[in-house]
């Protein structure tokens, strides 16, 4: 069965970092591109960055630019997003999600989200 | 970017009603839009891409239909279980956008 686990909700203080994971089972991660997607609360769902687990490609929003890193690790079939300087207006649920035929499609199978809370 | 804008932003209606959601893109982005249902705490759950093709799994009485620059879902018999928030996608021209969600409510 195909999917998206990720690890477990995080509380960090302002300026701190944080390193989501996303592990995918049932398929190959370098088969489809990979999203990484925020949802603050009680808001919509806001994209943020793509990789192509293949060749590694990425691309980020402007609104992420300079403090996110998404990654991959095909040996454990994992994805990541680093979160850099986090402030309190990213305290949000950040979900992962795999592109429907490789790359540029709509998005089959999401994570179960992770839950960030950013609070001194 | 491609602004997705979702109306009504809130729909209240009863079981076995027709419901119908409409999304307008700020251009034209062909059939390359997806529908997603999201209920609370949960991820989002894909119903609809390319505009129409419904995914495997989702019932008949969801369809979407339009192609351009607007769109619509229809749910053509309200079931209890179709409570939840529903947003459009485009993925045609990146980054891609999201509609801002159209909250539906079980009356």
């Known amino acids: 069965q195909v999917q998206l686990v990720q690890s477990g909700g995080e509380m960090r203080e302002p300026g701190a970092s944080l390193k989501v994971s996303c592990k995918a089972s049932?398929?190959?991660?370098?088969?489809?591109?990979i999203i990484w997607v925020r949802q603050a609360p009680g808001q919509g769902l806001e994209w943020m960055a793509w990789?192509?687990?293949?060749?590694?490609?990425?691309d980020y929003a402007r609104n992420f630019q300079g403090r996110v890193t998404v990654t991959t690790d095909t040996s454990s079939n994992t994805a990541y997003m680093e979160f850099r300087s986090l402030r309190y207006d990213d305290t949000a649920v950040y979900y992962c999600?795999?592109?429907?035929?490789?790359?540029?499609?709509?998005?089959?199978?999401w994570g179960q989200g992770t839950m960030v809370t950013v609070s001194s | 970017d491609i602004q997705m804008t979702q109306s009504p932003s809130t729909l209240s209606a009863s079981v076995g009603d027709r419901v119908t959601i409409t999304c307008r893109a700020s251009?034209?982005?062909?059939?390359?839009l997806a529908w997603y249902q999201q209920k609370p705490g949960k991820a989002p759950k894909l119903l609809i891409h390319?505009?129409?093709v419904l995914e495997s799994g989702v019932p008949s009485r969801f369809s979407g239909s339009g192609s351009g620059t607007e769109f619509t879902l229809t749910i053509s018999s309200l079931q209890p279980d179709d409570f939840g928030t529903y947003y459009c996608?485009?993925?045609?021209?990146?980054?891609?956008?999201f509609g801002q969600g159209t909250r539906l409510e079980i009356k």
């Open positions: 999600a795999k592109d429907r035929l490789g790359a540029s499609d709509a998005f089959d199978i």
């Open positions: 049932g398929y190959t991660l370098t088969d489809y591109t």
């Open positions: 990789i192509n687990p293949y060749n590694g490609n990425t």
């Open positions: 996608q485009q993925y045609h021209t990146p980054p891609i956008t």
């Open positions: 251009q034209t982005i062909g059939s390359w």
């Open positions: 390319k505009a129409s």
